[in-house]
């Protein structure tokens, strides 16, 4: 079964600012941010915390030059990574990449930060819409992607109703009267 995909119209992106305290830093090779990126993807997005997963889906993804693209939110007193994704653009497209965070730190708004943030660089490098996927029980992630603005994408999978995922995804978020479906325009 297919993740469920989203987009997003490049379109000014409204400012969300990180709670107080915290910050952003921008890859830049060091051992102890990839095991902190393994940790916070742990579960969620990969199954094992085994280096391969950064190197798959990080080194080795599609345009991604991680020191530009890839970048965490950080507590500033303490210097723990809470947070990461990518901001990946495929010519004009952007891509939202691997979004993940501390179990402990979500329902701060640090999500909608982050994405935010990732939008507006997307937008800087020319990216006419961005693009992203996720999983359907990643019911507080899609609100925070509906949130900014991404709209559900209608697409072909042979092995589920995409429709009818995104219908229930919608209503249990309480989101079935106000989000509009994009065809398949990927």
């Known amino acids: 079964m297919k ?3 989203m987009r997003r119209e490049s379109a000014p992106v409204e400012s969300r600012e990180l709670p107080q ?3 952003y830093e921008f890859f830049d090779g060091r051992r102890e941010q990839i095991d ?10 990969i199954p094992t915390k085994e280096e391969k997963w950064f190197v ?6 599609p345009d991604l030059c991680p020191a530009r693209d890839l970048f965490f939110v950080v507590e500033q007193s303490t210097g723990r990574r809470v947070a990461t994704t990518a901001a990946v653009c495929h010519g ?3 891509y939202i990449h691997m979004v ?21 660089e997307l ?9 992203l996927t996720t999983d359907d029980f990643r019911l507080a992630a899609i609100k925070t992607y509906l949130d900014a603005g991404f709209v559900p994408v209608i697409e072909q999978d042979p092995e589920s109703n995409v429709r009818d995922r995104w219908e229930k995804v919608l209503a249990e978020l309480h989101y079935t009267q106000h989000v509009q479906f994009s065809g398949d325009l990927i």
Do not use: K
């Not at 902190?36 to 997005?45: G, Q, T, V």
């Not at 798959?56 to 993804?61: K, M, R, S």
């Not at 402990?104 to 943030?117: K, N, P």
């Open 56 to 61: 798959d889906t990080i080194l080795h993804y």
């Open 3 to 5: 993740q469920l995909r």
């Open 36 to 45: 902190d990126w393994l940790e916070l993807c742990f579960e969620a997005l």
């Open 123 to 131: 937008e800087a490098r020319g990216c006419t819409y961005s693009v």
């Open 100 to 120: 993940a965070a501390a179990p402990d730190v979500r329902g701060r708004g640090i999500g909608h930060a982050m994405l935010r943030y990732a939008l507006t």
């Open 21 to 23: 305290g915290y910050g």
């Open 92 to 94: 004009h497209e952007g």
